[in-house]
């Protein structure tokens, strides 16, 4: 991941500092001409060569711009854009290699005077080329600046392990559920649309680590009206989900009606048919026992929790594991943690310890 990326200002600062440090080298054989004229050699190349460093720091900090998983490419475009990443890149390294060119052209002039006050002129003039030049990428790097604050919030996401994400309606607990079964610690908080990120948690298994995706909240409405931070959602069903957990809320705390939930979840089963999905109802504890019937008959949910009391979590992590276990067997991209189960499955029976103390 990108460090830190220079401001335009900042490198032409330090590349001019850089120029401080360079003095006439004393020897006997060289005349005055000759060591002035090697002087001003050693200060266009320095302000050229430490220039044209920076800016290519900055290119070999996006090396992942073009072996990008499809998730991130997405997020990428969601927070910025891929292809002006690139295009700018590209006008970087263009702009390190005019740099080059003056500094070539400039030490030829050198070769034809040697007049002290020629030689100055012809540095000084160089030193302009250049800032003037590198004052054109400004605007670039200043995309790339801001571009990387926004990239720094996108969370770690490993390809090799099978993926959970929590979706539904704003305020349905979703945060709640991932904090409750996994590492991760999303912000929980008594008013809807708390999380505007995707927070990753994990939790062990056996045989592998499986990730547990926290979601921002959704609304029933067109994808086309979705903004940004819903789009991150759908991103995270699209790419990394093997299962999506979806959870309603009918209890006086939920954000959209009954019928607007189901509008939801009838779209993301339409835009997602081959993954399995998980309908759960939460805030049971808030509901009485004629509403939970009446979310069965609604929703057919199949799982009915209260993340804020634990009911009935051991059982939902119990059959969220037996899942991801089957998915882990059978789906090809899991080939490597399918090799380590069949070892693990004929590994022999642990032999159980005798108590000899009588």
Known sequence: MVKYIPSVDEIITVAFNQLKNVRIRTSKRKTREEKIASLERERISTLSETIIDKLKDISKQFPWIENIHPFYIELCDLLGNVDEIRRILGRVEGIANQIKEIEKEQLSKLKLTDHPLEMSKIRKECNGRIASIVKKARGDVNYLRRIIKKLKTIPDFNVTYPTIVVAGAPNVGKSSLVRAVSSGKPEVGEY??????????????????????????????????RNVIER????????????????????????ITPEEQLNLFSDIEKEFPDIPIIKILNK???????????????????????????????????????????????????????????????????????????
Request: aromatic share 10%.
């Open 232 to 255: 991150q959602s759908i991103t995270s069903m699209r790419y990394i989900s093997d299962i999506i957990v979806f959870i309603f809320d009918i209890s006086k705390d939920s954000t």
């Open 284 to 358: 049971i504890d808030l509901l009485s026992e004629d509403e939970i019937e009446r979310s069965k008959t609604i929703f057919e949910t199949e799982y009915h929790i209260s993340t804020k009391n634990s009911t009935n979590l051991d059982s939902l992590i119990s059959i969220l594991e037996k899942k991801i276990i089957q998915i882990v067997k059978t789906v090809e991209k899991f080939k490597e943690t399918q090799k380590i189960m069949i070892s693990e499955e004929f590994l022999p029976p642990k032999e159980e310890e005798i108590n000899y103390e009588f």
């Open 192 to 225: 809807p649309f708390t999380t505007k990120k995707i927070v990753f948690g994990h939790r062990d298994l056996i045989v592998t680590n499986v990730q547990i995706v926290d979601t921002p909240g959704l609304l029933d409405r067109p994808f086309k009206e």
